[in-house]
């Protein structure tokens, strides 16, 4: 396809374990990617991908979508300017129990807390720093993480994520963070369902 169609842009929409292969070769093609997470699955995979997109000088996304929700981006408007003392970020999730083709052992981390890595970065600056603990919790795969972030800006802040969440039909909010500046408090209930501002005066 690569060779017989003239391309403006690539949607890598397959499984994990296939987009350093297809990326890479679109990347000698200097064509443009929008690629599903996880990137790949290793870090050294994904760091050869960085130095192939800054070698051939070409635009590379990856689908991180939590960043665009309209509370997420009222938000990231309402601590515009202001000095981020702390983030925190949780999800409760109800996800599969054992490692699969598409489930491996790092689940949690890859195909979650991705989204939530980014989402931080988005409202507050770049983690420069992280420490974590991980459990398995009657599980094959990891089940709850904890992860302590320090940022570029001298912030701090956890992301918790843990699997003990319930069924598929349970009505309880799945996702919830919290923004502390020198002037106010955020909070953005369920990703979508509402943001709300505690001024601190």
Partial sequence: MLKAEELDVVSICTGPDTHYEIARACLERQLAI?????LTRSVEEAQALVRL???KKVRFGVNFNSRFSAPYQKAKQWVEGDRVHYISVTLFEHVPLKDSLNVREDFLVTDAACHLFDLMRF???????IYATLAKLGLDIWSDINVHCRFENESSGTLVISFARGE?????PIERAEIVTNRKRVVVDNICERVTMFPHA
């Fill in 168 to 172: 598929f039909e349970s009505q309880h």
């Fill in 123 to 129: 409202l507050n600056s770049e983690i420069v720093e």
């Fill in 34 to 38: 929008f690629c599903e997470k996880p």
């Fill in 53 to 55: 997109v800054e070698k």
